[in-house]
């Protein structure tokens, strides 16, 4: 909206003339669009359509928050973001927000974001004559004496309107009389009214005259305001003060203390008497803030300072003063005291975040904006000169912007999350005052995340012992992964890897996706499987995903579940039972017969031991408890039976023994017969011995294989670990029949001893070891080891 033709001339001389700044000095100069609107307009009358005059998408103003940003408490303006349209806000009145009769402007910021842009509008109050001229009291009095000569002035009180321009006051009227009228001098913005004697007065023929002053200021309509004049006709004083000077000018700083005499001033008077004794005084006329700020004693005619003197509030002050004296009538002289205040710097920087984004994402690039600023000084000059910087040693800078005192914070250099997630950037703004004063402004900036770390296992490869014969669709154990990053970006689910795998053992596994729980579908079988090894993925949940794996060694203990079995004697039944004979004259210590057995468990699940639970005669027989060899106590006589019957009992060293009897039955022959059925048994004996071997290397081949197997992925497992340990294969120099087998190997500090179902008698059991692993004396140490 402008106010007419002119306006839409000086709008189009200040466009030209801004294009012709920005070709001249490039990107330095930046053309101000300017609106003029009137005061006292009603709320959302348009002023103009910034947008459209910005050259900016009507349709985009939304999403970029097209809005008005100001430092003022008052918002007059607003914008429309559906039509870019600048419309008033608030009711304006001009008088009060610009006192004076320059123009009245008021510059506007106006954002856009998306990218950030900021642009200034001018926007001009023109005035309405909406008041009417007053006058700081209803009536004067004035008392002449009659031999006054015409021409004589009396200054009347000067009538206050607080529009400008055409509507201020134009002139004064005075109702038609035949001896005063109204003379106006004009005196900077000022017009003063004066009382013009043009006939002399006679006191004898009227002693008091009233008259109306009338103000009329140059509205259309115009307003006007009166003054009612009262003149009183005396005979007295012809001598006025005289001052020295019309005008005198003083300078004084600001914030002067309380009762600093500003000026004094001297006013003198030829008359003699009462009649030259003169008295100071402001005039009514000025604005109230004058009498709050200084005051004149009315007798010396010193001038000091009463209230606060500040510089930004008002940077000079006209007083006009009146020397009176005392005479009948009293007589009266004026002067104008102009005080001008020097600058002080008494005001810090004020520093405004205009808009600010407080989070800033870790893979920001350099150069990033995240807040601009404004930096402003209410003093003047240098005072009014401002240093912008950063305190704090954060990973920003302050970049300046075309316009002095915009800056922008960006970023200066890559973020990382989890090194630093918080940044305080404390802005530094320092006049160059004297001394300067400083003020600080702390931003306080969050990093979010980015997925930028993939899931970590604190050990590759895991190892882990299960006992054989877990319950099947239990947890058996569990794996865990840690993300650096935060909520999903850190949220792990974990999966086994499957594919291209050529383990059947992977389908019997599963993991919850959640906590890495792993569950065995199936119990495992020490005897079937001694250790296998799979892979689990850990996946975080962030966008795109990030994983890692690891490999899962796992070793399966043996437990005490497989019972002996009696390899010999077995008859053709299948029974453990057997016939011996032997001669009748056989010495003590003849061997009878030797039980052999087998057990599949290792260690002390599989170390047997022989007893006799039944015989019938226990000085005939005896039964060695680790080979189970039978031989006779002592030599047979006439009066032993022919046939015994003894029931040999085969156990584990197991927690929970396991055990298998056999039944051998010893026939006592002549010598004779014992020779003639040795041959016949011989050659039966030698095939079921045979058989016997045949299978017994078959049982003793695999499982030599599968604990070889086992050993080899062991040792791979420590050395890959750097641990410090031997192995070697224990040799059983006292092998009777018993399958046994046993590997030994050092750990740190720790000896281990893996052992068949026959173990070296100089060996230690640890109880609760899964019956399986032996603690081996440490002759270096000489001292028990503990194990891992």
């Given at each position: 909206?402008g ?7 000086l ?11 920005l ?37 985009s ?13 008052e ?67 004035f ?6 000569l ?5 200054q ?7 529009d ?38 006679d ?13 009329v ?53 030829p ?9 100071y005084?402001?005039?009514k ?52 005291v ?7 710097n ?41 240093i ?13 912007s ?14 990382d ?15 160059c ?9 702390t ?12 899931p ?135 061997l ?11 260690g ?13 005669d ?28 003894l ?47 045949f ?43 018993t399958l ?8 740190g ?24 692993t032996?603690?081996l ?12």
């Amino acid at each position: 909206m402008g106010t007419g033709g002119q306006s839409r001339t000086l709008e189009y001389y200040l466009l030209v003339y801004g294009l012709a700044l920005l070709l001249f000095f490039g990107e330095q100069a930046v053309a101000q669009i300017r609106y003029s609107v009137p005061e006292e307009v009603k709320e959302g009358t348009a002023v103009g359509n910034v947008a459209k005059d910005l050259g900016l998408d009507i349709n985009s103003l939304i999403d970029r928050r097209f809005r008005v940003v100001s430092g003022s408490k008052e918002t007059y303006f607003e914008v429309n973001q559906d039509n870019g349209a600048l419309y008033v806000h608030k009711k304006i009145d001009r008088e009060e927000l610009c006192q004076g009769t320059g123009a009245c402007l008021m510059e506007l910021k106006i954002l856009v974001e998306n990218p950030l842009e900021m642009h200034h509008v001018i926007v001009e109050i023109t005035d309405v004559n909406d008041h009417s001229p007053n006058f700081p009291e209803k009536e004067q009095r004035f008392e002449i004496a009659e031999h006054t000569l015409p021409g004589r002035r009396f200054q009347l009180h000067a009538a206050r309107d607080p529009d400008a321009g055409i509507n201020s006051i134009r002139t004064y009227t005075l109702t038609s009389n035949d001896h005063f009228e109204v003379d106006i001098r004009q005196s900077d913005e000022d017009k003063i009214p004066f009382l013009v004697l043009k006939k002399s007065l006679d006191r004898e023929q009227k002693n008091k005259h009233t008259l109306l002053v009338t103000a009329v200021d140059g509205g259309k309509p115009p307003r006007s305001g009166t003054l009612n004049v009262s003149i009183i006709v005396l005979d007295s004083n012809d001598n006025r003060p005289i001052f020295s000077q019309e005008i005198y000018q003083v300078v004084i700083n600001e914030n002067a203390p309380i009762g600093t005499s500003v000026f004094r001033m001297n006013a003198t008077d030829p008359d003699e008497g009462s009649n030259s004794e003169i008295e100071y005084s402001l005039v009514k006329t000025l604005k109230k803030k004058v009498y709050d700020i200084f005051e004149l004693d009315k007798l010396t005619g010193e001038i000091r300072v009463k209230g606060i003197v500040d510089y930004e509030e008002n940077d000079v002050y006209k007083l006009d003063v009146e020397a009176s004296d005392k005479g009948t009538p009293p007589l009266t002289g004026e002067c104008r005291v102009i005080i001008k205040i020097k600058d002080i710097n008494d005001n810090p920087p004020e520093i405004e975040v205009t808009s600010l984004s407080n989070t800033v994402s870790e893979d920001s690039k350099p150069g990033t904006v995240i807040s601009l600023i404004s930096v402003t000084d209410k003093d003047s000059g240098v005072n009014g000169k401002i240093i912008s910087s950063l305190t704090s040693d954060v990973p920003f800078e302050l970049k300046p912007s075309y316009k002095e005192n915009i800056y922008s914070v960006v970023t200066k250099g890559f973020l990382d999350r989890e090194e630093v997630s918080h940044y305080e950037i404390i802005i530094k703004a320092t006049d160059c005052g004297e001394p300067p004063l400083s003020t600080f402004k702390t931003l306080n900036i969050q990093i979010s995340d980015v997925n930028d770390n993939s899931p970590h296992f604190e050990q590759n490869p895991l190892q882990f012992y299960l006992v054989e014969n877990n319950v099947a669709g239990a947890s058996i154990f569990s794996v865990s992964a840690t993300d650096k990053d935060l909520n999903d970006n850190a949220a792990i689910s974990y999966h086994i890897v499957r594919e291209g795998s050529q383990n059947d053992i992977m389908s019997f596994l599963n993991v919850n996706s959640d906590n890495g729980h792993i569950t065995a579908l199936k119990s495992f079988d020490f005897e079937v499987l001694k250790t296998f090894q799979f892979q689990v993925v850990a996946t975080d949940s962030g966008t795109p995903s990030l994983s890692s794996n690891v490999t899962v060694n796992v070793f399966i203990l043996d437990q005490n579940d497989n019972a002996p079995v009696i390899l010999y004697p077995v008859s053709s039944n299948g029974s453990a039972e057997g016939v011996e004979e032997i001669p009748r004259n056989v010495n003590a210590g003849h061997l009878v017969t030797k039980v052999r057995a087998y057990d599949a468990d290792i260690g002390y699940n599989g170390w047997l031991l022989f007893s006799l639970q039944e015989v019938t005669d226990h000085s005939l027989f005896g039964l060695d408890r680790y080979t189970g060899q039978i031989r006779t106590l002592r030599s047979f006589t006439e009066t032993d039976e022919a046939e015994h019957k003894l029931l040999i009992l085969v156990k584990d060293n197991g927690n929970v023994s396991l055990s298998a009897t056999a039944t051998v039955i010893v026939k006592l022959v002549e010598p004779k017969e014992a020779f003639a059925a040795s041959d016949v048994k011989s050659a039966t004996k030698v095939d079921e011995e045979d058989n016997v071997t045949f299978y017994l290397m078959i049982t003793l081949g695999s499982v030599s294989l599968l604990f070889i197997i086992s050993i080899i992925v062991l040792i791979a497992m420590q050395c890959s670990k750097s641990t410090d340990y031997t192995s070697k294969y224990l040799q059983e120099t006292n092998y009777d029949g018993t399958l046994c087998h046993s590997i030994q190997y050092r750990s740190g500090d720790k000896r281990y001893m893996l052992v068949g179902p026959r173990m070296s008698i100089g060996s230690t059991i640890v109880p609760g070891s899964h019956a399986n692993t032996l603690v081996l004396p440490d002759r270096r140490r000489g001292s028990t080891e503990v194990r891992a």
